[in-house]
């Protein structure tokens, strides 16, 4: 679904969204307070977080929905409260097929007018998202919406403007990842994707390139190319660069996202439940991919340099084996415990490339690494990984704000103990217990002292039913948080 902006009365709307604080179900509107009384006094609405309900009101001879939806609290009301208050509201919009749509803003003494209408951006686009591609006769529906409140002065309204046009961007940058993680393996694999990455590139203004398989051998990243083996798609090195800052071209963040297109497992082949979502083993990668889309089109002056180490997961007569022992372009050697533990193979090469070839300086990782990461956190909650807690304040402040929320686990150095092979330096398995723990330490080996955080999404890329503002499939995260610790850093 298309999101547009447009200027128009509240009169020429089909719908009117209006979100209302709890204990505070009325507005200036004596016909519309009617309606209100009616349905409070029946319980079926109070204001708290995520209700809503719709009625006809006549506004003059003519009708048009009233959406009326939840905020909670107006004393605890966050940005996080009006997303899914308005995702809730647009849902029940395009449920009602209501096109041309007017919000009234929540006024409020809790966040600015730029807060407010960002928010309010977000959860219409992020709420409103579906995956229709495939589907036959699907109705996609564009939406139109304007916004207005009591009178707003010309400095606010240039300040709405300005952040109603940030929330799109940042709207229509998860759609991407979306799309990305819910397109299915037969029609996004390395190629295509690298492909659909390129098309990203020239359209928003990012650099990319991408290395074909003789120049990853050349490069050695074995690790890379032992897991990609036994795939028939062959594998590809995608690297996407940005430079918004040129006065600090040497400070250059690097960003690296899981790229497993598809997942079976390999010999450690899953079972058929565990397979049927994963396609969605690159997360990491959309993830990645949308944030330099959001950056370079909100032309952010910071520098960052995105690798994903595109490819499959699969057997055949070629593919790797439990008990092998393989190379990496760091040149330490790995004993293969598990061949489904594939991602922190990959990653780790990732890693060696964009710190030895590329130059960075802090690195962030982003993959679905691990089904421990569900059992520890649930599928809410992004695990981080860490060698640096400055570092992870700064992305803790920027998830406070976006709402996609993370949780640090530890890293002392016992745990590294787990993942020591007996006849080779490192196995890609810590054994049962502390599984998050032990992929990302894996991971770490590979850092050489750069400031370092890896982010787990195992739970939190992919839902199995609706959440919130979040659709069923693809969530998008943490496009939103990475973008918003970039944007801090750039100010
Ligand atoms: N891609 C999976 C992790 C995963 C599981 C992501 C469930 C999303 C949902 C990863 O490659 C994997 O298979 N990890 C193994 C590691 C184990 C063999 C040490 C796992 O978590 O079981
Ligand atoms: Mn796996
Ligand atoms: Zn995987």
């Not at 359209?203 to 990319?208: D, L, Q, R």
């Not at 040149?331 to 193979?345: C, F, Q, S």
């Amino acid at each position: 679904m298309d999101i547009n902006y447009k200027k128009f009365p509240c009169s020429e709307a089909d719908a009117v969204i209006i979100p209302l604080f709890e204990g505070k179900v009325e507005v200036p509107n004596e016909e519309t307070n009617r309606f209100l009384d009616l349905i409070k006094a029946k319980g079926q609405f109070k204001g708290a977080k995520g209700e809503v309900i719709s009625f006809i009101r006549d506004l003059g001879g003519n009708l048009q929905d009233a959406i009326i939806t939840g905020l909670g609290k107006e004393e605890e009301l966050s940005s996080e409260a009006i997303r899914v208050a308005l995702s809730k509201a647009v849902r029940k919009a395009k449920e009602l097929k209501d096109k041309r749509i007017f919000i009234k803003i929540p006024e409020n003494s809790k966040l600015n007018y730029y807060e407010t209408a960002k928010a309010v951006a977000e959860g219409l686009g992020l709420g409103s998202y579906s995956f229709e591609k495939y589907k036959s006769n699907n109705e996609t529906l564009d939406l139109s919406f304007s916004l207005g409140g009591r009178d707003i002065s010309d400095e606010e309204t240039n300040n709405i403007n300005e952040a109603i046009e940030e929330g799109i961007v940042l709207v229509e940058a998860v759609e991407i990842a979306r799309d990305l993680v819910n397109e299915p393996a037969n029609a996004l694999y390395p190629r295509t994707l690298a492909e659909k990455v390129k098309d990203l590139g020239n359209t928003y203004g990012f650099k990319v390139e991408v290395k074909e398989n003789e120049e990853i051998k050349a490069l050695g990243m074995e690790a890379f190319l032992t897991v990609a083996r036994g795939a028939k798609n062959s594998p590809k090195l995608i690297v996407m660069r940005y430079y918004g800052d040129d006065s600090n071209k040497d400070k250059v963040l690097g960003l690296v996202g899981k790229g497993l297109t598809y997942d079976s497992g390999g010999y450690s082949l899953k079972p058929s439940s565990g397979m049927e979502t994963m396609k969605s083993d690159m997360g990491g990668a959309a993830a990645v991919i949308g944030t330099m889309v959001s950056i370079a089109r909100r032309k952010l002056k910071t520098n960052v340099i995105a690798v994903v180490a595109a490819c499959e997961n699969m057997i055949s007569g070629d593919a790797y084996k439990p008990g092998d022992i393989i190379g990496s372009m760091a040149g330490k050697k790995i004993e293969v415990i598990n061949t489904d533990a594939e991602g922190r193979l990959t990653l780790a090469d990732a890693v060696t490339y964009i710190i030895r070839k590329e130059g960075v300086d802090e690195v962030i990782d982003v993959a679905t690494l691990t089904g421990a990461a569900l059992v520890a956190l649930g599928t809410t909650t992004t695990a981080v990984i860490t060698n640096n807690n400055e570092f992870y304040g700064e992305l803790s402040a920027a998830s406070e704000y976006s709402g996609e929320r993370i949780w640090q686990l530890p890293s002392f150095p016992e745990y590294k103990k787990l993942i020591k092979s007996d006849i080779a330096d490192l196995k890609n398995t810590g054994g049962r217990y502390a599984g998050t723990i032990t992929a990302g330490l894996f991971i770490g080996e590979f850092v050489e002292d750069k400031p370092w955080m890896h982010l787990d999404i195992a739970g939190t890329a992919w839902n199995d039913s609706v959440r919130d503002y979040s659709p069923k499939g693809g969530t998008g995260e943490p496009l939103r948080t990475l973008y918003e610790l970039l944007k801090r850093r750039a100010k």
